[in-house]
């Protein structure tokens, strides 16, 4: 089963990392998703199957980092510096191809997320 976990609550300008681990994760591209009060679910940052590729919504470029360690079964995203507006449950989602990471749609399994409380 699909976790994710790491998530907590922390004050403006602090760090989280969270994970989202599965057996065999590996042959799947991984995206980091999140879902604030009353809004969509966005994409946060996407990682392919060997981690040689990855992408992140503007948001997130230079505060946060996706990574994978395939021998542990997990894909990590590291979120520093933030803000009451990364406020969220986040959660983790696997994709087949890193051709469907766009596409929330394509995404054949989903995490059951972990709440990020950004307070200023």
């Known amino acids: 089963q699909l976790q994710a976990s790491g998530g907590g609550s922390v004050q403006a300008g602090d760090s989280l990392k969270l994970s989202c681990s599965v057996s065999?994760?590996?042959?799947?591209?991984v995206g980091w998703f999140r879902q604030a009060p009353g809004k969509g679910r966005k994409r946060v940052a996407v990682?392919?199957?060997?981690?040689?590729?990855?992408d992140y919504q503007d948001f997130a470029e230079g505060r946060f980092t996706i990574s994978r360690d395939n021998s542990k079964n997990t894909v990590y995203l590291q979120m520093n510096s933030l803000k009451p507006e990364d406020t969220a449950i986040y959660y983790c989602g696997l994709a087949r191809s890193w051709r469907y990471s766009e596409v929330q749609e394509k995404y054949v399994d989903w995490g059951q997320g972990t709440l990020v409380t950004v307070s200023s």
């Open positions: 065999g994760i590996g042959a799947y591209t």
């Open positions: 990682i392919d199957e060997t981690g040689a590729l990855s």
